[in-house]
């Protein structure tokens, strides 16, 4: 045999070795998928039995400057789908006239203590028709014994540029007596999105992008909940009294099972030889994820003051002349497990570079949280979702109000109250 067949046929071999060890590794890797997803794998693989949420209009509206904006007193009729049936109506009426999320209480010109609070889904999430800005400014008044007012301008989806962008600007135009900015560890490394109600197909769609585009398209952009005009309140409640099926519930599950699989909200079939599963981690982090579709990124950089717009609205907050706090809000496995912030590639960098731009260290409620809580989990909306449950919106009205007090920004007010404790009930 000639050297140069005996190197081809090395070669070869090599070769199929490293196919075969390749195979073995993407058939483990998908083993593994299956056994730690076991109990949710035949549901989450087709789509099936997944909770499907449709608002009859959109949540959100188009807006260039910020990203979007919540429509100023807009009521939305909400449906619930579950295994395959309309299963419950509701009417949400949680926009303000304002175009924030919860109540408005008082009258905010005439109040002794003017607050604006800033933030993520956590001061945007409502639950029994209350946020933790609404059980902030009760909070502090009793501290205080002064007529407070809070203004709530959390904004779900968004990350700490917006939330600076959002804060400059509405500092700028309310003069608040304080200004909370807070953030959870995720927002460090967000980027800005903006969402816009479209229509693609004849079907309404409302789609997330990370370029302002008052029509994106699906290439572009990330579908943000499910949307049906015919979806009102008098069909929900009719199709629900009739056994919650029907032609557009069909049409709805459709819609959204193929929706889900183009987001890989669902897995997707193991099955699959045109995929590989490992290679999706390796290369995006999330064995489901398919470089072609439409992911939202994370932040490149390891320094805000890279980024010009956030020079800008920091620059514009420390020149106002209001006092500002920068509030990092934890999230349960950070209160359970080590208490201390859970970072992802920059987020630690990030965190010391928005310090820096602040001129002031960050009060994470870590630092006041309360460690005799009977069960911590508690403060979770559910086991699966870290918004705060109405008791989680007062440990953290608590804790902000701590840090406040703590840090001499609010008046003396009630010494009775001072450093108070959200209690079990």
């Given at each position: ?240 009294a009739k056994g919650g099926e029907g032609p557009l519930v069909d049409s709805l599950i459709e819609r959204y099972g193929k929706l889900a699989q183009q987001a890989n909200y669902t897995m997707g079939g193991l099955t699959d030889p045109t995929r590989s599963f490992l290679l999706s981690r390796l290369l995006y982090g999330d064995p489901f994820a398919d470089g072609a579709r439409f992911q939202v990124p994370r932040l490149r950089i390891d320094d805000f003051m890279e980024d010009p717009g956030f020079r800008d609205s920091i620059a514009r907050i420390r020149d106002s ?105």
């Amino acid at each position: 045999m000639s050297r140069r067949r005996t190197a081809a046929l090395a070669a070869a071999t090599i070769a199929i070795a490293v196919l075969f060890s390749a195979l073995a590794a993407e058939i483990a890797y998908r083993g593994w998928i299956y056994l730690s997803n076991q109990q949710n794998f035949a549901r989450l693989a087709q789509g099936e039995g997944l909770t499907i949420g449709v608002y009859d209009r959109s949540h959100w509206e188009y807006d260039a400057r910020h990203g979007f904006r919540y429509p100023p007193g807009r009521k939305i009729a909400y449906s619930h789908i579950q295994h395959g049936r309309l299963t419950g109506c509701a009417m949400l009426d949680t926009i303000n006239a304002r175009g924030n999320i919860g109540p408005i209480r008082g009258d905010y010109d005439s109040a002794d203590l003017k607050v604006l609070v800033f933030g993520d889904s956590f001061p945007a999430f409502i639950r029994d028709g209350m946020t933790f800005p609404a059980k902030l400014q009760d909070e502090l008044a009793a501290r205080t014994g002064e007529d407070v007012h809070v203004v709530n301008f959390g904004r779900d989806g968004t990350g700490i540029l917006q939330i600076v962008d959002l804060a400059a600007d509405r500092i700028a135009e309310w003069r608040p007596d304080l200004a909370v900015i807070t953030f959870t560890t995720d927002d460090l490394s967000r980027v800005r999105i903006w969402r816009a109600v479209t229509e693609i197909d004849g079907q309404p769609r409302v789609l997330t992008t990370t370029e302002p585009d008052p029509s994106p398209t699906p290439e572009s952009g990330a579908d943000t909940y499910l949307l049906e005009p015919r979806a009102d309140a008098a069909w929900c409640q009719e199709t629900v009294a009739k056994g919650g099926e029907g032609p557009l519930v069909d049409s709805l599950i459709e819609r959204y099972g193929k929706l889900a699989q183009q987001a890989n909200y669902t897995m997707g079939g193991l099955t699959d030889p045109t995929r590989s599963f490992l290679l999706s981690r390796l290369l995006y982090g999330d064995p489901f994820a398919d470089g072609a579709r439409f992911q939202v990124p994370r932040l490149r950089i390891d320094d805000f003051m890279e980024d010009p717009g956030f020079r800008d609205s920091i620059a514009r907050i420390r020149d106002s002349g209001v006092p500002f706090v920068l509030v990092h809000l934890p999230i349960y496995p950070e209160v359970t497990d080590g208490m201390a912030p859970q970072f992802r590639g920059p987020d630690a960098a990030l965190w010391d570079s928005l310090e820096a731009a602040a001129g002031q260290k960050v009060r994470s409620l870590l630092s006041v949280w309360p460690e005799d809580l009977e069960d911590p989990a508690r403060i979770n909306n559910a086991p699966t979702d870290y918004h705060p449950s109405p008791f989680g919106m007062q440990v953290i009205a608590t804790a902000i109000a701590d840090i406040l007090q703590r840090d001499g920004l609010l008046p003396a007010g009630n010494p009775a109250v001072s450093g108070g404790r959200a209690e079990e009930p």
